[in-house]
């Protein structure tokens, strides 16, 4: 069973890019830890964000 927002396009491209980050962040250098960490957490911070925000119903949050 899939969920609404997994067929969003958005959602997709959050998705791909969220794994191109980690890719790329893969060749920081060791010392820049903190810097990678961030960065992949903020990029799967926006699929997070697309999914949570498809799943509320109320007329005021929307």
């Known amino acids: 069973?899939?969920?609404m927002f997994e067929k969003l396009?958005?959602?997709?491209?959050a998705v791909d890019f969220a794994?191109?980050?980690?890719?790329?962040?893969?060749?920081?250098?060791k010392g820049n830890?903190?810097?990678s960490d961030?960065?992949?957490?903020a990029a799967l911070l926006i699929s997070a964000n697309?999914?949570?925000g498809n799943g509320r119903w109320?007329?005021?949050?929307n």
């Open 33 to 35: 830890y903190y810097l």
């Open 38 to 41: 961030q960065l992949n957490r």
């Open 58 to 61: 109320h007329k005021a949050e």
């Open 1 to 3: 069973m899939s969920f």
């Open 19 to 29: 794994e191109k980050a980690a890719n790329l962040t893969e060749a920081f250098p």
């Open 50 to 52: 697309i999914a949570e």
């Open 9 to 13: 396009e958005v959602y997709q491209k």
